[in-house]
């Protein structure tokens, strides 16, 4: 795959690039078993999901972590 954007690509504003990206992205999601995953990755993901169920309490949740990050 070459590494220059297509000419329509260059084209496309900002706001559209974004869009596209995120067509992309929404496309990619729907895939979810084309996004191998290495065996150390699948066993951290493993990890963090036992730490969730034995503390289920702990973290934060999405709106916590939200406001946060809109803070900063």
């Not at 065996?39 to 969730?52: A, C, Q």
């Amino acid at each position: 795959m070459s590494s220059a954007p297509a000419p329509a690509l260059r084209d496309l504003s900002f706001a559209e690039k974004l869009l596209l990206v995120e067509d992309l992205w929404d496309e990619l999601a729907r895939q979810p078993d084309g996004i191998p995953l290495s065996d150390s990755v699948k066993r951290e993901l493993d990890r963090r999901y036992d730490d969730y169920l034995a503390n289920p309490q702990e973290g934060s949740s999405w709106e916590e972590t939200r406001q946060r990050l809109a803070g900063r």
